[in-house]
């Protein structure tokens, strides 16, 4: 068994790799026009939406990074492993 047993064990980003190359392309190309568009315009609004643009576009490419290898099993994320800790209620002080 185990042999061919039809699918594979990549990631989603190495699926994808083409499509996710273009987000940060088409995101950038959306950009462009904004920022252009708030200084034609002189909206201020259009340009704080560019900004937020701007965030999205620096934040593709390094989830396109971290996402190129497959997950860890033994890394952990939160909390140690078997080790539950109560969440406690912080005191104000008044």
């Known amino acids: 068994m185990g042999e061919g047993h039809g699918h594979g064990h990549g990631t989603a980003a190495g699926r ?3 499509r996710l190359v273009a987000v940060p392309a088409i ?3 959306i950009l462009a026009v904004e920022v252009a568009g708030a200084l ?3 909206s201020l ?5 560019a900004g937020h643009v701007g965030t ?3 934040g593709i490419p ?3 990074f971290t996402a190129r ?3 860890s099993t033994t890394a952990e994320i939160g909390a140690r492993a078997g080790r539950r800790t109560p969440m406690r209620t912080p005191r104000c002080s008044a």
């Open 16 to 18: 994808h790799r083409a």
């Open 45 to 49: 609004a259009l340009l704080a939406d």
């Open 69 to 71: 290898s497959p997950a």
């Open 27 to 29: 995101t950038l190309a």
């Open 62 to 64: 390094l989830a396109l």
């Open 56 to 58: 999205d576009a620096a």
């Open 40 to 42: 034609v315009s002189g």
